[in-house]
């Protein structure tokens, strides 16, 4: 079964500075999709990024971009230019290729300080 | 156009209750997704339905059901409530590709039941 793991509960950045929060993940499979997910307070989940497993070049997003490391598993999320309104918990997310379900890590709450 | 909209916004039952939650998915998307977010955890797969069939199930309990109607809206039913199932269960709604899964989930704002 795939896993996916985020190891940071919280972290916080200063307003217009940029922040990294990290992901790892667990899977036997070559074909798959990673996503960044933001849920604010609102409580609907907003896709924030989608890497497809098969590319090379990272995801990129406006302020958003990813450092995807296939071999050693990890997909981190860099927020550039950080806004007040990116304050959210952010989760990362696994997908198999032909498959429907997500495979959700336990979330990063990002505090963003004006 | 209308997102994925979901009902009721909020709820409160009791041990032993029956309860059911509703999903209209975007209009033109026939896959619709259940999942149980559990307060301080990522989001659980629960269902996947496309065109009225199951899809996928996560590791729930037979307690939990769901169907998917001839408008693609579905209906999320969990019986003999327990004080352990009190979470946010959001629903997702894609299109469906052939060979290529999921496209995209698109979630609405979820349904809050809390189990006394």
């Known amino acids: 079964a795939q896993t996916v793991t985020q190891s940071q509960p919280e972290m916080s950045v200063q307003e217009a500075e940029t922040v990294t929060l990290s992901c790892t993940y667990d899977t036997s499979e070559s074909d798959y999709y990673l996503f960044w997910y933001k849920q604010p307070p609102s409580r609907q989940m907003i896709l924030v990024i989608r890497?497809?497993?098969?590319?090379?070049q990272n995801a990129t997003e406006n302020r958003f971009s990813v450092n995807f490391q296939k071999a050693a598993k990890s997909f981190s999320l860099k927020i550039s230019d950080s806004q007040l309104g990116d304050a959210a918990m952010y989760f990362c997310?696994?997908?198999?290729?032909?498959?429907?379900?997500?495979?959700f890590g336990e979330g990063t709450q990002l505090t963003v300080n004006p | 156009d209308a997102g994925v909209t979901q009902s009721p916004t909020h709820l409160i039952k009791t041990r032993g209750q029956h309860v059911t939650l509703r999903c209209s998915p975007i209009?033109?998307?026939?896959?619709v997704s259940w999942y149980q977010q559990v307060l301080g955890q990522g989001p659980q797969f629960i269902f996947q339905y496309y065109e009225k069939e199951e899809r996928g199930r996560g590791n729930f309990p037979d307690r939990f059901s769901a169907r998917q109607f001839p408008n693609y809206s579905s209906e999320l039913n969990v019986n003999a409530l327990l004080l352990g199932d009190s979470a946010l269960y959001l629903c997702a709604s894609s299109l469906w590709h052939r060979g290529r899964g999921t496209g995209e989930l698109f979630f609405g704002e979820g349904s809050r039941l809390t189990v006394l």
């Open positions: 890497q497809e497993a098969y590319k090379q």
């Open positions: 209009s033109g998307h026939k896959s």
């Open positions: 997310a696994y997908r198999s290729g032909g498959g429907s379900r997500l495979t």
